[in-house]
């Protein structure tokens, strides 16, 4: 098991302020929104890349924009993105299940996500994983993952139901390459780990799971990272 949280950036300009103090393993979340952030910055791509491959990081896994994997553009944004892991090392890549407008195929949308995401990973290591998202109208929700055996980052935040991640974890453990983990409050999420978390934690290392542990904070946490990080170091024996 690998520990670390994540660590975004929006804009080329941000490079330096957003990593010149980080000293902890991360996951490299890129800019997010897809047309306002993504976009801008994709001609940049070379630069960006040619930053962290100088910057001694240890990334432990990469978030990709916020595209839609239902759309044709994947193919585009989606092959940027496992080539520019594939320049770091990386083999782990995580995207969101968009969602889906009313009175579509989900059947017909999730065969063409599935299509381009093994058409994208085709002679690469790196490989795609889908977040887990609770809303209906999602493409894939968390248990249609486990029923389609698709390799998901597992995200404890995102999920309401404390026994839908126990049944998630108990039934898929070994097709879970990705946990982002953070608390859930009764008016927001992404906030420090709870003894939920810990036990989701201990759990995995019990099964000797080897994949990574991403704390994925509110940005007026990060400063507890690096001490949560050695927390959990602390209670899986590393």
Same mark, same amino acid.
């Given at each position: 098991?690998?520990?670390?949280?994540?660590?975004?950036?929006?804009?080329?300009?941000?490079?330096?302020?957003?990593?010149?103090?980080?000293?902890?393993?991360?996951?490299?979340?890129?800019?997010?929104?897809?047309?306002?952030?993504?976009?801008?910055?994709?001609?940049?791509?070379?630069?960006?890349?040619?930053?962290?491959?100088?910057?001694?990081?240890?990334?432990?896994?990469?978030?990709?924009?916020?595209?839609?994997?239902?759309?044709?553009?994947?193919?585009?944004?989606?092959?940027?993105?496992?080539?520019?892991?594939?320049?770091?090392?990386?083999?782990?890549?995580?995207?969101?299940?968009?969602?889906?407008?009313?009175?579509?195929?989900?059947?017909?949308?999730?065969?063409?996500?599935?299509?381009?995401?093994?058409?994208?990973?085709?002679?690469?290591?790196?490989?795609?994983?889908?977040?887990?998202?609770?809303?209906?109208?999602?493409?894939?929700?968390?248990?249609?993952?486990?029923?389609?055996?698709?390799?998901?980052?597992?995200?404890?935040?995102?999920?309401?139901?404390?026994?839908?991640?126990?049944?998630?974890?108990?039934?898929?453990?070994?097709?879970?390459?990705? /946990?982002? &983990?953070?608390?859930?409050? +009764?008016?927001?999420?992404? @906030? %420090?780990? #709870?003894?939920?978390?810990?036990?989701?934690?201990?759990?995995?290392?019990?099964?000797?799971?080897?994949?990574? /542990?991403? &704390?994925?904070?509110?940005? +007026?946490?990060?400063?507890? @990272? %690096?001490? #949560?990080?050695?927390?959990?170091?602390?209670?899986?024996?590393?």
């Amino acid at each position: 098991m690998r520990i670390g949280a994540r660590v975004s950036f929006d804009r080329v300009d941000q490079l330096e302020e957003r990593y010149k103090d980080v000293d902890f393993p991360i996951e490299l979340a890129l800019p997010w929104k897809y047309y306002q952030l993504w976009l801008p910055m994709e001609t940049s791509l070379g630069r960006v890349l040619e930053f962290f491959q100088n910057a001694g990081l240890n990334i432990l896994s990469i978030h990709a924009t916020q595209g839609y994997i239902t759309e044709d553009n994947f193919q585009d944004w989606g092959k940027k993105t496992i080539e520019f892991a594939e320049s770091l090392g990386v083999q782990n890549i995580t995207v969101h299940p968009n969602k889906l407008r009313q009175k579509t195929s989900r059947e017909f949308y999730q065969q063409k996500a599935l299509d381009m995401i093994e058409q994208l990973q085709n002679g690469c290591k790196a490989r795609f994983s889908i977040e887990t998202f609770m809303h209906h109208k999602r493409v894939f929700r968390p248990m249609e993952l486990v029923e389609m055996d698709i390799p998901m980052t597992l995200d404890v935040a995102h999920i309401y139901e404390e026994n839908m991640i126990w049944s998630i974890l108990t039934k898929n453990w070994k097709n879970i390459p990705v /946990v982002h &983990l953070s608390a859930k409050g +009764e008016t927001g999420h992404h @906030l %420090p780990i #709870d003894d939920f978390c810990i036990r989701v934690v201990e759990y995995l290392a019990g099964l000797n799971w080897q994949g990574i /542990v991403v &704390l994925e904070y509110l940005f +007026e946490f990060h400063k507890q @990272l %690096p001490d #949560d990080i050695a927390k959990l170091h602390r209670i899986i024996g590393h």
